[in-house]
């Protein structure tokens, strides 16, 4: 078992914003891991993400990549569909250089399909993009369907977990956003069962905060917030040591690293050693 725990985007308080700064402020605070954000565009090119691979090595930091958020599988648009795919593999490119292990796709919008209709076009469209990354040789990088908050985008834990079954390709896994699945369950989250529905998996990549509540509409919403009240992390963290399961969890809360400290010194209360 191991854990990695590391901010999702550059440390924010790294000395300078260069990813090397953010490694060395990692190791300084006893982190291991970070997702590089391309969420806003891919601003790595062939060679920046090979140099990006060295210095993960040089500071033993274990990377993942988000993927841009201008992505829909499911468009109706042809041009939108061929646009997403060619970001997930230029993500998947550029992650496999530099030696990351899973590149984190918000997948698709549901748009006018029924559930069932969404779920066998993804299948399609995932197979091609999967045939893709065979033909890339790509070996180490992972294309990972992050489960998401609102009911309007694919998917949910169950969908994305049969998905994963019926691809059957060692290249597909899936990230599981605990905030995400918190706001999508209206406030509720089992640890134990969604680990239980895990269990066959070798490594966990996940994501995590808190998210606000509106007190008015009584609803959860899909905005981060600091690690503070809502999902609960220590019950979490209790329920991995207890399965003793090997997991990457990026703080995506607005402290980014700093709240990644704050779930480090939580599996330290509860005896795991760094
Ligand atoms: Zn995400």
Do not use: W
Not at 19 to 44: A, C, H, M, P
Not at 122 to 151: G, V
Not at 193 to 199: A, D, V
């Amino acid at each position: 078992m191991r854990i990695f725990l590391g901010p999702g985007g550059n440390c924010l308080t790294a000395k300078e914003s260069s990813t090397e700064s953010s490694f060395e402020r990692l190791v300084e605070l006893g982190l291991n891991t970070q997702e590089i954000e391309f969420v806003r565009n891919i601003y790595l090119t062939e060679k920046s993400a090979e140099k990006v691979g060295e210095l993960a090595k040089k500071y033993k930091i274990k990377l993942s990549v988000h993927a841009p958020y201008f992505i829909n599988l499911l468009s109706s648009d042809k041009k939108k569909v061929e646009a997403s795919v060619k970001r997930i593999l230029t993500s998947i490119d550029r992650a496999e250089r530099m030696g990351a292990d899973f590149v984190v796709v918000h997948a698709a919008y549901y748009g006018d399909y029924s559930e069932e209709e969404a779920f066998e076009k993804m299948k399609e469209i995932t197979n091609k993009i999967l045939e893709e990354m065979e033909k890339m040789k790509i070996e180490k990088t992972k294309l990972a369907y992050e489960t998401m908050a609102k009911r309007s985008q694919f998917a949910g834990l169950e969908e994305l977990l049969r998905l994963k079954e019926e691809l059957d390709s060692k290249l597909f896994s899936i990230c599981v956003d605990f905030a995400h699945l918190y706001v999508r369950n209206s406030g509720k989250i089992t640890y134990s069962e969604i680990l239980e529905s895990l269990k066959n998996f070798d490594f966990i990549h996940s994501h995590f905060s808190n998210v606000k509540y509106n007190i008015n509409t009584k609803k959860f919403l899909d905005e981060h917030i600091p690690i503070n009240s809502h999902p609960p992390f220590e019950d979490l963290a209790k329920e991995i040591l207890k399965r003793k399961v090997s997991i990457a969890i990026i703080s995506e809360s607005p402290k980014l690293e700093l709240d990644s400290v704050k779930m480090k010194k939580v599996f330290e209360s509860l005896g795991y050693k760094f």
